[in-house]
């Protein structure tokens, strides 16, 4: 084991920057996302614009020390827009050395490494699958090694609460916090009174947690190991109350808002599935918010589930990742022909199969859209940011009533965990979604007369004396809702659907051109979680005067109804994707335009650099 | 909307305009004439009424019934009427399902119908047979069976349903047949008077892919033989002028038959029905045989909540527990403000 570096006798310098890159990682059992909620908590204190990525193994606990079981959660804070979590960390704790072969090739040349020596037992080094000791072979030489033995000094630190051994040692993490909000100059208070609130039934664990983050900043502070400290100045949002808030807590928070801008309640059916799972822990919380969730007994009943409670007269939602949609898609074919409201959440994940279940991938554009038997088509809608999920629910929640239709909206595992800060909205402010309040006119109903404007049918729900009426999934006549199998007639309600859902696009926002110029030789257009890191890319270029620009689609299908005439107006058209060309596939064949695909396949979110090398590749091709 | 009235309600209240397509001579339509009989006497307004049915012949079912309906896709109608349930408890949902539609594609979501407990009426017309897809062996079919997918027998053994029902911890379980009339009728009210999942299995002759399948059961000249009607609280006889009875056997845990039942030596030795209990349900679900008779009646009910009083009774509970403001919510844990 190497001794700890010899004490300088120097003060540090403090250093103002405009945004850094901080990455924790550890062993599944360190506490190593529950430091990086806490360091998010107190970036969004400082008033610093933010963003987050936790990087978690499929496994609950893969086997202490290994690789496998490595656990990450990386932030990217600054004073000005911060759009991804960063490609590159500037700084990288490891907490023993599973966590330091994991991430190590990441880390910025020069950067920052605190590493935890006390992890680094012969042991340890073994089950890393390192040869030989890291911190003697000369490897890390090209960063700058803070090898600091973090496991003795919290059980020093923790002493006076005393605590058993297992327990002393689970305080690592709080005193690996102390010590890196000494380095980004942080107060201690938030994170004192969280640790109060959270172990409140348990003093002996509170004062241990709050004794470990005191001595871990007091390090920072006395040991003179650390030539600097940093400073990272407030951004500048704008005003308003604000919280950290990640995708899914966002999605679910939207939902909520959707059913009560309907006067309707919110019937959730849903089957635990990662990424989505967070949803419907969220959603059974708010019972007294007009939610009621069934946890259904697979993905199908779960979709049955919504169904008839939008049949019923409720927002019936589900919410699932690629697999339970695939699940599902028979059921949702049912509320296009029964013309239904119904809102799909998918959170997508890597496939196929079970795939990479906690890693992020786009591949469920296509899915989404034509994964059905027969033509069936449904409204897709696509979240960009955490915080944007929460309009997407809205938005969806608002064309599944008005037009009597299902809609998928698409996020993503990067989505789901990453977290942003978030203004909260007035919920007087966000759009009404009261339709269907009255019933249509009770002599001569049928059931499949349309609304000319929306081509929707009428929302009449059991119950509604006079108005008994019965449909299923056999066609239908295309106004009294009975059985069908009239060729004309179905042909009629087949271009009906279609109709129906292509008239959407005129109660759509256009398509506008998000930053960069409105023509040119080059546009980039993206759909998802890749808006932070094109928006970013797109924006460093424009600041270095290259000429390109970013669109991004929140609506997919169908396409608002400038899309075509906006891609003629780009000489070229590059499209970013995590998956094999999807969106470039609908855009070639849809608008007849030549699309350049990027696409990535690692189960990671594009970096901001990759998008940049793509975008300066296609000007100079 | 309008106040809701049960009066003057009549079988032509429920009856569409939809003429029937089962074949002639299918035991639906004996179903179906029964059902339109009870319907109108159950004092609830016809508009609060949904038929929900999945796939195969008696699935269509609700295009029949005068009342809201759902024709939905295979197996999955117990989560739809879930969720009809679950967004209105106000109504009274009824699923028309068969041997496939509910024990094969659709079986998971029958056993958590009914270990929920969802106020859900469930007809299971059983007629060991796949009718609307022409005659292939269904999870009901006898092992053996011959079909157009089994030539050479069927070789699955076959589900009792309320053996699996009451596996399930069904709060009510009950058999009747399509033709029994009045029996059928008066096991359905009894159905709909109970607040929970009421499983009724009504054995249902298919005449073109597997008739006279129930023949020896429902045959008229031998019916006082071979079925056996179970009423709580009354010692278990049949036969003719109720002259057999079954006992007890405690060696085997099985019920033997008891000739001269009618004898008063006999008469003491016979085992008296208990409906509520879930061990009296699962013996006489478990009767069969050469000469044995097939129980028929309201094998089992039990009180206990359903899933939506129990959601009803948790959203009170709740009421201080929880966030009841959309803002307050947005605010809980740590917020900041930017001037």
């Known amino acids: 084991m190497t001794a700890e570096p010899v004490p300088q006798q120097t003060a540090p310098k403090s250093q103002t920057i405009k945004s850094a890159v901080v990455r924790f990682a550890g062993d599944s059992g360190d506490g190593v996302q529950i430091l990086g909620d806490q360091f998010t908590s107190s970036t969004a204190s400082e008033g610093n614009d933010l963003a987050t990525l936790p990087d978690y193994p499929a496994e609950i606990r893969a086997p202490a020390g290994t690789v496998a079981g490595v656990s990450g959660f990386q932030i990217q804070f600054g004073s000005e827009n911060v759009h991804t979590s960063g490609d590159v960390p500037d700084v990288l704790v490891a907490m023993n050395p599973a966590a330091l072969r994991r991430n190590i090739s990441e880390l910025r040349k020069g950067g920052l490494l605190v590493l935890n020596a006390g992890a680094f037992s012969a042991a340890n080094i073994d089950k890393a699958g390192y040869a030989a000791n890291p911190l003697e072979d000369g490897s890390l030489s090209e960063f700058n090694v803070m090898a600091i033995d973090i496991t003795r000094l919290t059980n020093l630190a923790v002493e006076p609460a005393g605590l058993g051994t297992k327990d002393a040692a689970r305080c690592k993490n709080f005193w690996t916090l102390g010590l890196t909000y000494w380095l980004y100059s942080r107060p201690l208070d938030s994170t004192l009174a969280w640790i109060g609130s959270k172990f409140s039934g348990r003093p002996d664990l509170a004062l241990a947690n709050q004794l470990a983050l005191k001595a871990g900043n007091a390090y920072g502070e006395t040991s003179e190991l650390f030539h600097h400290r940093y400073h990272v100045p407030a951004a500048k949002l704008p005003p308003g109350d604000y919280r950290s808030i990640t995708g899914n807590t966002a999605l679910a928070w939207g939902l909520i808002a959707a059913a009560q801008r309907s006067s309707r309640q919110l019937v959730l059916g849903s089957y635990p599935i990662t990424p989505a799972t967070e949803l419907l822990q969220e959603l059974s919380k708010h019972s007294q918010l007009g939610v009621t969730t069934v946890q259904a007994e697979d993905e199908i009943a779960a979709v049955g589930v919504a169904i008839g409670a939008s049949y019923t007269g409720s927002i019936g939602v589900t919410t699932t990742s690629g697999p339970g949609l695939a699940l599902k898609m028979e059921a949702i074919g049912l509320a296009v022909t029964m013309e239904v409201p119904l809102v799909i959440v998918d959170v997508q994940r890597g496939g196929p199969s079970t795939g990479l279940p906690t890693k992020t991938e786009q591949a469920d554009l296509l899915q989404a859209i034509f994964g059905r038997p027969g033509e069936s088509p449904v409204c897709v809608l696509a979240a960009s940011t955490p915080g944007n999920c929460f309009d997407v629910a809205i938005e969806a929640a608002r064309i599944a009533t008005k037009y009597m239709t299902p809609v998928i909206v698409l996020s993503d595992s990067t989505l789901a965990n990453g977290a942003e800060p978030w203004k909260l909205p007035v919920l007087d402010d966000l759009p009404d979604l009261r339709c269907h309040q009255e019933p249509p006119p009770k002599d001569d109903f049928k059931p499949y007369r349309r609304d000319p404007a929306t081509l929707a049918r009428a929302w009449v729900t059991p119950g509604q004396k006079g108005y008994e009426y019965r449909i299923g999934g056999l066609e239908k006549d295309a106004l009294t809702g009975n059985v069908s199998y009239d060729p004309m007639n179905h042909e009629r309600m087949t271009e009906l659907r279609e109709a129906k859902i292509l008239g959407i696009s005129a109660d759509i926002p256009d398509a506008k051109v998000e930053s960069g110029p409105a023509s040119g030789q080059l546009l980039v257009v993206g759909w998802g979680s890749s808006y932070g890191p094109i928006r970013e890319a797109v924006e460093r270029l424009n600041a270095r005067s290259i000429a390109v620009s970013h669109l991004h689609l929140m609506h997919l299908n169908p396409f608002p109804r400038n899309l075509g005439e906006l891609l003629t107006r780009f000489e070229k058209i590059l499209v970013p994707e995590l998956n094999r060309g999807q969106l470039s596939q609908l855009l070639a064949a849809r608008y007849r335009v030549e699309v350049r695909s990027y696409n990535k396949m690692q189960g990671r979110p594009l970096t901001v650099s990759e998008i940049e090398e793509q975008i300066l590749a296609q000007l100079e091709d | ?339």
């Open chain 2, 1 to 339: 909307m309008d106040a809701p009235t049960t009066a003057q309600l009549t079988k032509k209240d429920f009856t569409t305009n939809q003429e029937p397509r089962w074949c002639p001579g299918c035991g639906d339509y004996a179903v179906l004439n029964t059902v339109r009989k009870v319907l109108p006497e159950l004092g609830i307004p016809k508009e609060n009424f949904v038929w929900v049915s999945g796939i195969g012949c008696s699935s269509r079912f609700p295009y029949y019934v005068e009342t809201f309906g759902l024709h939905t896709i295979h197996g999955r109608a117990l989560p739809i009427a879930t969720g009809i349930r679950v967004a209105n408890p106000q109504l009274s949902v009824w699923v028309a399902t068969g041997d496939g539609d509910a024990l094969s594609i659709g079986g998971n979501h029958l056993m958590h119908c009914l270990r929920r407990n969802v106020d859900i009426k469930v007809l299971l017309f059983n007629n060991r047979i796949y009718g609307l897809t022409k005659g292939q062996y269904s999870p009901t079919s006898e092992l053996g069976k011959v079909t157009k997918t089994s030539p050479s027998g069927s070789i699955d053994s076959p589900i009792d349903p309320l053996t699996l029902a009451i596996g399930c911890g069904a709060t009510f379980v009950a058999r009747s047949y399509d033709v029994a009339g009045d029996h059928l009728a008066e096991t359905l009210k009894r159905a709909a008077n109970h607040r929970g999942t009421a499983f009724v299995e009504i054995l249902q002759n298919c005449n073109v892919f597997n008739d006279g399948a129930f023949d020896a059961i429902t045959n008229r000249a031998t019916v006082q033989d071979r079925q056996l009607r179970v009423e709580h609280g009354r010692p278990l006889r049949f036969g003719p002028n109720q002259s057999r009875g079954l006992r007890l056997n405690s060696r085997t845990l099985s019920l033997d038959i008891v000739e001269n039942a009618d004898d008063p030596k006999h008469e003491s030795e016979l085992f008296v029905f208990d409906e509520s209990n879930p061990l009296h349900a699962g013996l006489l679900a478990r009767l069969s045989g050469e000469g044995v008779p097939t129980p028929m009646g309201v094998l089992h009910q039990v009180r206990r909540p359903t899933y939506e009083a129990r959601l009803d009774e948790q959203r009170s509970h709740n009421a201080s527990r929880q966030y009841t403001s959309l803002d307050a919510l947005f605010r809980s844990g740590h917020t900041w403000r930017v001037d």
